[in-house]
């Protein structure tokens, strides 16, 4: 460290080494059109997709475009409370903040219908038998509790109906209509 | 010597832009932008894919969200991947990364875009949080405080006259009359109301390209012909408030005196920053032709100034203009000043 000079005024006086300004700011979030359409119908235990204007691919959440083409996509559509395993990861550390009974699943939900996947909980399924393809099912708060909040869906658990093909499993929506620009 | 100015190696034009402005928007950032850009895809019949370089400005402090430019990419589209970049800065500056990316002979073709949206949060805070963190910053004072500073400065020193702001106040709009400014009560006090800003939910969106390239998407294109940008001390304890040494530097190496400037774009959010700006450009007090819109009447951080070159822009399509100034700042009290001049003819 740099040796510091000070008026002898100063000397044996403790030396500040760090200073504390908080910064608090407010914001009230405007989720825009597609959230506030999706979270509306969430809280009354409908979960919507968009169709994208592009190629029709089905993406679930909206949020408002197409972000592969950056495209407005105003038609919504009912989406089935079942879909497959995309991928997963088991979890066996806890986070500050969550109180998650370890180890827990969290996993890519691929709706029925869809072609893209979101993040959510796997339970009702020891880790070593979650796998790619597995049919799931949601798992709702209870009605009373439900509101317009991505945690209304408590997690998702096997319906026990034949896995999809590994190979059938996760990104779909890459491939729509345009076979030679897949990501997958 | 840097101090010559420097021909631009290849010649750049905007040749076309589309801009939005409300005081409150109900959508989010991305439903916001996406038609803005998909008009200037649209005008200029190009794809993402024909586009060399995308550059974006906006704020994370203005969305309250961490890497909130990077979900805006959702109103582009990165598939297949683009070449992108982004400035925290208002989009004159993403303009500026990119005419150098022309300049540097590694594209053709660019798309640049910012974006403010202020309503969710308390911009005068907001804009607190840019001042020095451990002097200024913790006192947290307002935009329009700090801009009293520097307006009183001015007027007790005789630099501008309280005459003088109700004549730019009626110029810009803000008020109908000067009868009506002198009826305002003190807002920052020797501010009025009609001396300050009105902020705005906003974005601009345009496209720029080559010689050769230019001519193909645009009828008129808005060639550029000089850009510099220069930055005065941050603190602004060290400044002296009644000049703007940046601004007027930047003018001068952006070429504005080379010839005349038919319209000025000023990028001034106050009628106190109007005056001082047209002393250090030296553009006249009274201009022959308004701007076509003000930023005191509506502005949008992070995207005011782009704003200015695109209307500086229109004014070469719609012929009202053969050479046109565009300005832009950012920083506290017109601490970082951007000048461009775009002219309808390619030499």
Redesign the interface.
């Known amino acids: 460290m740099t040796e510091i000079s000070v008026p002898s005024s100063l000397d044996g006086v403790e030396p500040v080494q760090s200073v504390r300004t908080p910064i608090r700011m407010e914001y009230t979030f405007t989720p825009g059109v597609a959230a506030q359409t999706y979270l509306r119908e969430f809280a009354n235990k409908k979960i919507l997709g968009v169709v994208s204007p592009v190629d029709g691919a089905v993406l679930v959440p909206p949020r408002g475009a197409d972000s592969r083409h950056g495209a407005l996509c105003d038609e919504f559509i009912e989406m089935p409370h079942t879909g497959h395993i995309g991928s997963f990861c088991v979890t066996n550390v806890p986070i500050p903040g969550r109180e998650l009974d370890l180890p827990y699943i969290s996993a890519w939900i691929f709706l029925d219908g869809a072609d893209i996947g979101f993040l959510n909980l796997v339970a009702e399924c020891p880790p070593e038998e979650c796998r790619i393809g597995m049919r799931v099912e949601a798992v709702w708060k209870p009605d009373e509790e439900i509101g317009m909040t991505a945690e209304n869906i408590l997690y998702w658990k096997p319906t026990g109906e034949p896995d999809i093909p590994f190979e059938a499993a996760g990104v779909r929506g890459w491939h729509v209509g345009k076979e030679d620009q897949t990501n997958a | 010597m840097w101090g010559k100015k420097i021909k631009p190696m290849r010649k750049v034009a905007v040749v076309a832009a589309a801009s939005r402005q409300e005081e409150k ?7 916001m932008m ?2 803005l ?2 008009e200037v895809r649209t005008k200029t019949g190009l794809d ?1 894919t024909d586009i060399g370089f995308t550059c974006s400005g906006s704020s994370d ?1 203005l969305a ?1 969200q961490a890497f909130s430019f990077v ?1 805006t ?8 991947p683009i070449a992108e970049s982004h400035v925290e800065m208002d989009g004159a500056w993403a303009f500026y990364e990119t005419w150098v990316k022309f300049q540097m002979g590694v594209i053709d073709t660019a798309l640049v875009y910012s974006y403010g ?1 202020p ?4 911009l005068q ?2 804009l607190s ?1 840019q001042l020095d ?2 002097y200024i ?2 006192l947290w004072p307002d935009a329009h405080a700090v801009a009293g500073l520097q307006a009183r400065t001015l007027l007790e020193q005789g630099i501008i006259t309280v005459d003088q702001l109700a004549d730019c106040a009626v110029r810009a709009g803000t008020v109908e009359s000067r009868e009506e400014y002198f009826s305002q009560p003190m807002l920052s006090d020797p501010l009025r109301k009609a001396d300050c800003p009105t902020y705005a939910d906003g974005g601009v969106a345009m496209i720029l390209a080559v010689e050769g390239k230019a001519e193909e998407l645009c009828e008129k294109p808005a060639w550029i012909t000089g850009i510099d940008h220069r930055i005065d001390a941050h603190h602004f304890g060290v400044r002296d408030l009644t000049a703007v040494p940046s601004a007027r530097l930047a003018a001068e190496k952006a070429g504005v005196h080379d010839g005349p400037i038919d319209i000025a774009e000023l990028h001034a959010a106050y009628t106190t920053q109007d005056l001082l700006l047209r002393k250090e450009i030296g553009l006249p007090e009274t201009p022959n032709h308004s701007q076509r819109s003000y930023s005191i009447k509506a502005d949008t951080l992070m995207a005011s100034g782009l704003l200015r070159i695109a209307e500086a822009a229109r004014g070469i399509w719609d012929v009202q203009a053969n050479r046109a100034l565009a300005h832009a700042t950012a920083g506290p009290l017109l601490q970082q000043n951007l000048v461009c001049v775009l002219s309808g003819e390619s030499n």
Do not use: C, H, R, W
């Not at chain 2, 309503?119 to 308390?122: H, I, L, Q």
């Open positions: 928007m109900l959508d989010n950032e991305v439903e996406v038609p850009i998909t993402q402090f309250g979900m990419l959702d109103a582009v589209g990165p598939v297949p949206k309503s969710p949060g308390s805070d907001v949080t963190p451990y910053a913790p």
